[in-house]
């Protein structure tokens, strides 16, 4: 099946702790892109990647750190520094350029313990 | 990215048309309007998009203004299954997700 999957779909953080979320994708899209939903809001834009091996801050990038080494993934770190992490995570992807259409993962929620 | 409004919820009755509005009133001229919806917990799905003319699949239609100031989805025939948020949004990628309209279809 082509899609974009997002692993895990729960994860807990400890105090302290760095955490990466996976998001993998079999479409052969170009850009991806990592957004964070809080509870009654509208997804907020972390970071996004048009190519490999570049990637760009969105509106909330502090606290948070990606890369992107090959087509196909664009995992999110999430670090110490990143006081409120608890939320619900999403990652998309899209052709590329700026008129496509973007395609979203099942998402990953991250609790601090 | 031109900002959107959107009412915060609305209801409709299953089998009938919904209809949700949308203003968009500073969209420049190559932004195009996007249409998705998130059901609980789950990421958002993409429903419909256009430029200027109106547009139809298999999932709902989008009418867009002549003068590209506001846009309606339109979904035909509305089931429990369409409860969900629908956000609008006018721009391009990365898009920009407001906090939609809470639609409620009831039995």
């Known amino acids: 099946d082509g899609g974009i999957t997002q692993s895990p779909k729960y994860l807990f953080r400890k105090e302290g702790q760095n955490v990466t979320l996976s998001c993998e994708q079999n479409?052969?899209?170009?850009?991806m892109y990592w957004y964070r939903q809080d509870p009654g809001q509208g997804l907020r834009l972390i970071y996004y990647s048009q190519i490999v091996n570049d990637f760009q801050k969105g509106d909330i990038a502090e606290g948070y750190s990606v890369s992107r080494e090959k087509k196909e993934s664009f995992p999110l770190t999430v670090t110490s520094a990143q006081k409120n992490p608890t939320a619900f995570y999403l990652c998309?992807?899209?052709?590329?350029?700026?008129?496509?259409?973007?395609?979203f993962g099942a998402g990953t929620r991250l609790s601090v313990l | 990215d031109a900002k959107t409004t959107q009412p915060p919820s609305m209801d409709c009755a299953e089998g009938r048309a919904a209809n949700l509005p949308c203003n968009h009133s500073t969209i420049s001229g190559n932004e195009y309007v996007y249409w998705y919806r998130q059901i609980h917990s789950q990421g958002p799905q993409y429903i419909i998009h256009?430029?200027?003319n109106n547009e139809t699949n298999e999932m709902a239609s989008l009418i867009i203004t002549e003068d590209r100031k506001s846009s309606t989805l339109i979904l035909p025939h509305a089931t429990l299954r369409d409860t969900a948020v629908y956000y609008c949004?006018?721009?391009?990628?990365?898009?920009?997700f407001g906090k939609g309209t809470r639609l409620s279809v009831i039995a």
């Open positions: 256009g430029l200027k």
């Open positions: 998309a992807s899209s052709i590329g350029g700026n008129k496509n259409i973007q395609y």
């Open positions: 479409l052969n899209h170009d850009a």
């Open positions: 949004i006018a721009g391009n990628t990365p898009l920009v």
